[in-house]
Every structure is written in structure tokens, then in C-alpha cells.
């Protein structure tokens, strides 16, 4: 753990912490939004899902307020035509998942814990798992849930912290987020400020 810290810390002290400052800023300015909002941010997440995050970032400023109102086939063309991998499926899931949109934030705050909000998420909204459904989370300004995934993985047996997984099940999932947990604590970061300093170490980039 000792040079992943190291590295970490490194990080803190450059122009990178700036960067991460700022998101972390701008995730909790979106949670502040309206039920439309803070839908159009879970779809983001839905399209995530086995996808680049950078096309997702694209395809979401395209259709805005469409993932609210689009019927679900030309929902699903625009997707096709912004190049999304999966366009009937994402969009079938959009779809699904508006009778959600209008109250949101009232399920989320009916919830003591971020644990409790993302099993809300992962049982009640179709094609949001884990990963998704703490990306979600985070992006409205939550900052408790890990947001794993391969880059991350590779980050943590690299580092001896972890063995290698040939999946992100359930179990593997919570294990690796109570790793991730330490790490954040040694760090004085929590798991919304690390997930974007690890993503910087693999990626070189810090999305959203």
C-alpha cells in the first residue's frame, strides 16, 4: 500500500489536486438540481455501463432533456447515431427507468446510508449495477460508494492490494470497496476523491 499512498500523495501536491477539487465541487452543485436533472444524470450512467465514459459524457450534452421525453425508438436511433455500442437496450432501460424521474431525490432521501440509496438503485432501476449505481451516486455529490471497475482493479494488484478477479460480482464488489475504504482513509481522501485521483493514475484523465 505504501507506494500507491506514496503516489497518491504525490498527486495531492500537483495541479491535480485542483482538478479533483473542482469536480468533486461540481458533483455536489448536481445533486443540488431538480428530479429532471438528477435523471438525466442516472441515464449518463446507464449508458456507461460496458461503454466509454468519454462518448457517454458526448452522447448525454446531445440528447439532454431527450432522455426525459424521447419514445423509446428514436431514443434508441439517436443513440445509434451518436455511436452508442448499445442503443436498444440503453434506451429500453431509460425508458424504464422514467417512472422513476420525477421523484428522485424523495427515494434517495429516504435513505439513512449511501449503501441503502445504491441497493435502492441496483434493485429498482434495470441495467444499473454496482459500479453504476455508485457512479450515479457520487455524481450527485455522494461520497461514500466506490465506483470500481477493471482500471481500478489494475490499479489494486499492481499494488499487491488485491488479487486479480475475473469479475465484479456482488461479494467481490463490497470486498474490494472496504480496501478501497482503507486506502481513503491512509489518505485523508474519501471514495469520491480517490475513485478520481486511481482513475488519474491509470488514465491520465479526470472525467466525471
Not at 446531445?62 to 439517436?78: C, I
Not at 471497475?149 to 486479480?164: A, E, P, Q, R, Y
Amino acid at each position: 500500500m505504501k507506494s500507491l499512498l506514496r503516489m497518491i500523495e504525490k498527486l495531492k501536491e500537483s495541479e491535480i489536486k485542483k482538478i479533483v477539487d473542482k469536480r468533486v465541487g461540481e458533483f455536489e452543485m448536481a445533486g443540488a438540481g431538480k428530479n429532471g436533472e438528477l435523471f438525466k444524470e442516472l441515464c449518463f450512467c446507464l449508458l456507461t455501463a460496458n461503454f466509454n465514459a468519454e462518448k457517454s459524457i458526448k452522447i448525454q450534452n446531445e440528447v439532454g432533456n431527450g432522455f426525459l421525453t424521447l419514445p423509446e425508438g428514436k431514443l434508441a436511433g439517436a443513440l445509434k447515431r451518436l455511436g452508442h455500442r448499445y442503443p436498444n437496450a440503453r434506451a429500453k432501460y431509460v425508458v424504464e427507468a422514467r417512472k422513476h424521474k420525477d421523484n428522485l431525490r424523495e427515494v434517495l432521501g429516504s435513505f439513512e446510508s449511501e449503501m441503502g440509496m445504491r441497493e435502492w438503485l441496483v434493485k429498482n432501476v434495470k441495467g444499473l449495477g454496482y459500479k453504476e449505481g455508485s457512479h450515479f451516486l457520487r455524481n450527485i455529490g455522494r461520497k461514500d460508494l466506490a465506483i470500481i471497475d477493471f482500471h481500478i482493479v489494475d490499479v489494486l494488484v499492481k499494488h499487491g492490494l488485491i488479487k486479480k478477479v475475473d469479475s465484479l460480482t456482488k461479494n467481490n464488489y463490497l470486498e474490494i470497496e472496504k480496501v478501497l475504504r482503507g486506502v481513503g482513509g491512509k489518505s485523508n481522501l474519501n471514495l469520491a476523491e480517490l475513485d478520481l485521483y486511481l482513475w488519474y493514475t491509470e488514465t491520465g484523465k479526470i472525467l466525471k
